[in-house]
């Protein structure tokens, strides 16, 4: 049996530009969650986000790239993430990697950012006409591929929220069945006027801070972000003697088959991914020490992703809370981005706050973790579900 | 392991076959709304979300009713061990540029909620999994072309570590009237005919193929 | 009233892609949503968008639609008062 390990991450969120930065701001409260300044829309002064505060070529010069007019904030958020996991996990990047090393990455919006600016221009001139090209979704894993070095193969997915979770879901398949030998693993999402329209029209943005969790919570705010993990089976990356994060020891996807965009009433998907990731892992309920909960913040989300938690923990239910009150709801770069605090939670061996909770959802028995907390922790479920029913959940082992 | 496709079905330029037979034709010149409508009443689907889908679910949701059109699959098959992996090129793309268009002009700002829902490639798959109550794995691949390899690796990978009893698998592409979709389901080999076909690479590619030339075609012969 | 139920007969079938049904197919005094139509969530928030697009009405909280939409009547009743 095959056990898959994380090697490398990386990231940088509205609450900080690399893995370090992350940790600290979890640990002080400082969440990333405000007007919008760089984002020019008609909402900037109605709607708060979580917007990571550097200009694209701010972004540019960080990922150490001359010619950043030709990429899209989403890839240069995806370049940024993807070199701090490369350089963490396999080494100096840029060389042409001859190995069987594979990146899937996710994202939702794409290139959409570019497009939204230059739309017209591309009708009259052939001066952007670059960014027709990068606004195809798998745009931004081509140009992270092509950074990196990587020739063999990379695959570009799609499920809405749950995105990046799947595409670790498949990155370790993909070395457990012998077709890769090592993945960068993740995804990466910049704000748009076409994500915070649509969220907008679907009424699920809470206009102040979003409150995971609480019984008067009114919607999700909207972040920017990327984060991708290497992924390696456990002798590769025993031989090569690197340091090892943490295990991967289960991980599930499930449809809810209810609705395009609400859970089902009782939570069954967000059910059956959960305890299916369990059942891989071979751990018993009793044995999670934190659950990283999906927990957006929306009326739905909150109270289906919190009865699902019931059926499967209750009585005992382990210490629960969600980061997104500090980086927003990153969408595609969400799953991936709890999965690094998870690994950060099982190193530092600390529970992160639920910002923003003050009253408990009356259909629920639990409440979540409020402040930073030292525990014992070997093993945390993350769970990240999306639009089209689509839920998955990891569970992630000290190693 | 060893897998086989039960049943495969293939729509493109009007025509939609199953297992290689004709099942349905329209001859209409006039675009993918008019066809899709049209194959919807022709297979007298009783479901009325159907219209309210965007042009891409449409053609998703059609082709795995057509694929399951006769097929009791909760009787064949587990829910939870059933799944949908459909790859495409276009992504959500024509339902995108409605949504975009929506909110482009501040004088005329009324983006529509469930076009931004649909903007999402994988909500086709959550709406056949809506109809036929499918809980199982789940994704939407973006790939320049229809690629046997992918939907081969995807598969089997799902087969073999999550124990999937049933995949549906393939390829529903669709921008404006340019729309193809084939779709297959897979089931581990029980021996139960011996005239399924496996389920591999080549064998993908000789459907495709087959399913772009014109006239009827039989791959089971 | 009643030229308004019939006006707000057609925009709904329209705007909410209920191809089968013809605007005499709709009882003004049926709930909207649950069995009668087979309106959902997404449903409900088309219909915010066509009071506001149509009407000027514009609904801040998602949860007063339970009340403004229950049937067609009460709908035009809501728009009556609040109209401009």
């Given amino acids: 049996m095959t056990r898959i390990v994380v090697t490398g991450m990386g990231m940088i969120t509205a609450i900080g530009k690399d893995t370090g930065e992350n940790l600290e701001s979890l640990k002080t409260r400082r969440h990333g969650v405000g007007s919008i300044k760089l984002l020019d829309t008609i909402h900037k002064d109605e709607l708060l986000a979580a917007e990571i505060r550097f200009t694209n070529d701010e ?30 996990g396999i080494g100096k ?212 992703e919190g009865l699902a938690i019931e059926k499967i923990f209750a009585p005992d239910i382990p210490p629960v809370s969600s980061t997104k009150p500090y980086t927003g709801h990153t969408l595609a770069a969400a799953g991936v981005i709890d999965v690094i605090f998870s690994i950060l939670s099982i190193q530092q061996q600390l529970i992160f706050p639920n910002l923003n909770f003050s009253r408990k959802i009356e259909e629920l028995s639990f409440e979540p973790v409020r402040e930073l907390q030292q525990a014992e922790i070997d093993h945390v479920l993350t769970n990240s579900f999306g639009f089209g029913g689509n839920d998955s959940s990891l569970v992630l082992s000290k190693y | ?97 409605k949504h975009f268009e929506s909110i482009k002009d501040r004088g005329q700002y009324f983006p529509s909620p469930s076009n931004f829902v649909y903007t999402l490639p ?13 809980k199982g794995e789940n994704t939407v691949l973006i790939n320049k072309y229809f690629d046997p390899e992918l939907i081969f690796i995807l598969v089997e990978l799902a087969f073999k570590s999550k124990s999937l009893s049933c995949c549906i698998c393939g390829w529903v592409e669709q921008y404006e009237n340019n729309y193809e979709s084939l779709l297959f389901m897979v089931e581990k080999d029980n021996n139960n005919s011996a005239e399924d076909i496996i389920f591999e690479p080549s064998n993908l590619a000789n459907i495709y193929k087959r399913n772009n030339e014109d006239g009827r075609i039989n791959t089971k012969a | 009233m009643e030229e308004l139920i019939q006006k707000l007969k057609e925009e709904i079938i329209e705007v909410l892609n209920l191809e089968e049904m013809e605007p005499g197919d709709i009882d003004p005094d049926a709930p909207l949503f649950g069995e009668g139509l087979g309106l959902d969530s997404i449903d409900a928030l088309e219909l915010i968008v066509l009071l506001e697009k149509n009407y000027g009405i514009k609904i801040e909280d998602p ?15 809501y728009i009556t008062e609040h109209q401009k």
């Fill in chain 2, 1 to 97: 392991m060893s897998l086989v496709i039960r049943k495969y079905c293939a729509i493109r330029d009007g025509r939609i076959r199953v297992d290689g037979e004709a099942v349905f034709s329209y001859e209409g010149q006039d675009g993918f709304k008019k066809f899709i409508r049209t194959a919807y009443k022709h297979f007298q689907t009783d479901y009325p979300k159907f219209f309210k889908m965007d042009n891409l679910s449409k053609l998703g949701f059609l082709s795995v009713e057509i694929l399951l059109k006769g097929e009791d699959i909760l009787k064949l098959h587990p829910a939870e061990k059933t799944g949908i992996i459909l790859t495409n090129a276009s992504s959500s793309l024509e339902i995108d540029e």
């Fill in chain 2, 122 to 134: 994988n909500i086709m798959a959550g709406e056949a999994a809506i109809r036929h109550k499918i």
């Fill in chain 3, 63 to 77: 949860k007063d639609g339970r009340k403004i939409f229950f049937t067609l009547r009460t709908m035009a009743e």
């Fill in chain 1, 59 to 88: 972004l540019a010069a960080i990922s150490g790239i001359t010619d950043g007019e030709r990429y899209t904030r989403t890839s240069l958020l995806g370049l940024i993430a993807a070199s701090q996991a490369y350089e963490s």
């Fill in chain 1, 93 to 304: 990047y840029g060389d042409t990697d001859n190995t069987r090393t594979t990146v899937v990455s996710t994202t939702t919006v794409g290139g959409m950012d570019k497009t939204e600016q230059y739309y017209r221009d591309f009708l009259e001139s052939s001066k952007y006409s670059h960014f027709v090209y990068t606004h195809d979704c798998s745009d931004s894993t081509r140009q992270i591929s092509d950074h990196l070095g990587i020739r063999h193969l990379n695959s570009t997915l799609s499920t809405a929220c749950s995105s990046s979770i799947n595409a670790i879901l498949i990155g370790a398949k993909m070395i457990k069945h012998g077709l890769a030998d090592r993945v960068i693993a993740g995804g990466t999402d910049a704000l748009s006027k076409f994500t915070l329209n649509g969220f907008n029209t679907l009424m699920i943005l809470d206009k102040g801070h979003c409150r995971p969790f609480d019984a008067s919570r009114t919607g999700l705010n909207l972040g920017e972000g990327a984060a991708y993990i290497v992924l390696e089976s456990e002798a590769a990356a025993k031989k090569d003697n690197k340091k090892i994060y943490c295990e991967i020891n289960g991980y599930a996807n499930a449809n809810d088959a209810y609705h395009q965009t609400a859970s089902s009433p009782d939570g069954y998907g967000p059910y059956l991914a959960m305890k299916e990731a369990l059942d891989i892992s071979g751990l018993k309920p009793s044995q999670i020490d934190y659950i990283n909960a999906h927990g957006t913040g929306t009326d739905n989300n909150d109270l289906t």
